[in-house]
């Protein structure tokens, strides 16, 4: 069973940075493919940014995040970061991190994803 833990969200103002966290509850972290989603207010589900269990794969981004978004990760401290730049108020939304099964690859779609935390509300302000 893998139980994930998801913190930093909070009130920014548009422009500004901010750092989420992911604390796994599990062995071998290292292999499992993490990603991140949010969720708006009245929208469906999304996916925000992925990174695989093989150190050598690139990171996955959704077009909204690439160039603003840093997801990465820390197998020795079971911890998933995502680093948030350059946020804008359609950015507030309640962040999930979530986790595939071992040795899967990493992937923006939602149902590949068999763990996930309970969520961080992040709120940019105009």
């Known amino acids: 069973q893998v139980q994930l833990v998801e913190s930093g969200g909070g009130l920014v103002q548009a422009g500004g940075s901010q750092r989420l966290s992911c604390a796994a509850s599990?062995?071998?972290?290292?292999?499992?493919?993490m990603g991140w989603f949010r969720q708006a207010p009245g929208k469906e589900r999304e996916f925000v940014a992925a990174?695989?269990?093989?150190?050598?794969?690139?990171?996955r981004y959704a077009d909204s995040v690439k160039g603003r978004f840093t997801i990465s990760r820390d197998n020795g401290k079971n911890i998933v970061y995502l680093e948030m730049n350059s946020l804008k108020p359609e950015d507030t939304a309640v962040y999930y991190c979530?986790?595939?099964?071992?040795?899967?690859?990493?992937?923006?779609?939602?149902?590949?994803?068999?763990?996930w935390g309970q969520g961080t509300q992040v709120t940019v302000s105009s």
């Open positions: 979530a986790a595939t099964t071992p040795y899967r690859a990493p992937d923006t779609r939602r149902d590949v994803y068999t763990y």
């Open positions: 599990v062995r071998a972290f290292f292999s499992y493919s």
């Open positions: 990174i695989g269990w093989i150190a050598a794969s690139a990171p």
